[in-house]
């Protein structure tokens, strides 16, 4: 079994590696994490590639990281252009039998405004995606 963790650039979500970590040990699967820039046009944006492309990389080896302080080894991808479409792609690449990524970040009003990565990966992966929610604590 090989798992495609999506690390979010936006914000960390340790719960959602910690997740991978627990599939990893019960199904002996490998795990590739891509991070992407989510950056289409640079001249568009407002701040540089290198802003984007550095937050993608933190995320992504943040994950790494994790992963290996739980003994699982994991290679990783940072990626420009949209988060949906280029973790599909990688999953295609990697042949990966599992997505995982966290539930979104974004307010409600945004997600119907500029979509939802989580639900976009559900609907349109073409593979079994698995979305991890924030553990509820209290």
Avoid at 4 to 24: C, K, M, S
Avoid at 84 to 107: C, K, M, T, W
């Amino acid at each position: 079994m090989h798992i495609v963790l999506a690390a979010n650039p936006e914000t960390e979500q340790p719960w959602v590696t910690d997740a991978v970590a627990d599939l990893v040990r019960q199904t002996g699967a490998t795990v590739a994490v891509v991070a992407v820039d989510e950056l289409e046009s640079e001249h568009l944006a407002p701040l540089p590639r290198s802003v984007y492309h550095e937050r993608a990389e933190r995320a992504a080896t943040a994950a790494v990281a994790r992963l290996a302080a739980a003994g699982i080894e994991a290679t990783s991808a940072v990626l420009p252009g949209r988060p949906a479409e280029q973790i599909i792609r990688f999953a295609g690449e990697h042949r990966a039998d599992l997505i995982v990524a966290g539930s979104s970040v974004r307010p409600v009003v945004a997600q119907r405004l500029l979509g939802s990565v989580p639900l976009t990966l559900i609907e349109k992966a073409g593979r079994p995606v698995l979305v991890v929610t924030r553990p509820v604590t209290g």
